[in-house]
């Protein structure tokens, strides 16, 4: 990636790649939505990317939410969670974003159900599910979600399950990043028929940088973009994943 470009260059690299996967896959490029991620880049990157239309971007921590939420209050973007959340900070995603992505476990969900019932809001959400071995990645066990999903729809108003996300293992291996990505659309599409009142399983959030042609081959509704459109980070994968190895 060249340094000198533009925001708005990359994006059109980045809608070019979405474009040409979705012909390649046979989809229109219409179905798949761009994320902006913007984590660790600030107000000047972000008001940036506000000029060329998008108002919507993913943030790993919510932290960050936090901290950009009054400067860019005027833009008015929606916060979409998407990162490892504690449940003791479930109030601040009930207060400031519009969606979380990393709906991972039972415990979070009752925490933000209870923090939306205060603030009178409700948030969309997408399951985490955990669709690769390596140890390192959260999500809910795919073989814990049919169970999961019913218990949310059932007993958290608040919270409206749209689809589900995942993050891909961390491998140079396109077979291996596919499968996961396949994993996530099976899981989608067995839930579906399950056919649960209030749940809607129609999003599939899967797909970064570096493998959004792969996710978009396997069905992804949306691919969550970081590097490829903020640029490099000022720090590495293991800061937003302490646990990688
Ligand atoms: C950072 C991040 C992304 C984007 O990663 P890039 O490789 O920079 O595109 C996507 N999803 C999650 C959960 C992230 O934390």
């Known amino acids: 990636m060249n340094d000198q470009s533009t925001f708005s260059q ?19 490029p219409n179905s798949i939505t761009l ?7 600030d107000e000047a990157a972000i008001r940036e990317a506000v000029a060329t239309g998008l108002h919507r971007f993913g943030e790993n921590k919510v932290q960050e939410i936090v901290a950009k939420y009054q400067p860019l209050k005027d833009c008015n973007i929606e916060w979409v969670m998407i990162g490892h959340l504690q449940s003791n900070k479930a109030r601040d995603v009930a207060r400031y974003a519009t969606e979380i992505q990393s709906l991972d476990r039972l415990s979070l969900a009752r925490a933000l159900e209870r923090r939306l019932q205060n603030e009178g809001r409700s948030l969309d959400a997408l399951v985490q599910v955990k669709t690769s071995p390596e140890p390192s990645k959260y999500g809910l066990d795919p073989a814990d979600l049919p169970e999961f999903v019913r218990e949310v729809a059932r007993s958290m108003p608040s919270l409206r399950i ?12 396109d077979e291996a990043v596919r499968a996961c990505f396949r994993t996530l659309r099976t899981l989608r599409d067995e839930v579906r028929d399950l056919a649960i009142d209030g749940v809607e399983m129609e999003r599939l959030s899967m797909g970064m940088s570096g493998d959004m042609e792969l996710a978009i081959a396997e069905g992804a509704t949306e691919v969550r973009i970081g590097t490829a459109l903020f640029g490099q980070r000022p720090y590495g994968d293991a800061y937003y994943w302490p646990e990688t190895p």
């Open 162 to 173: 749209k689809g589900l996300m995942t993050m891909a293992i961390n491998e140079r291996n």
């Open 35 to 41: 994320l902006p991620v913007s984590k660790t880049f």
């Open 10 to 28: 990359r994006l059109s690299a980045v809608q070019q790649r979405i474009h040409n996967a979705a012909v390649a896959a046979g989809r229109d």
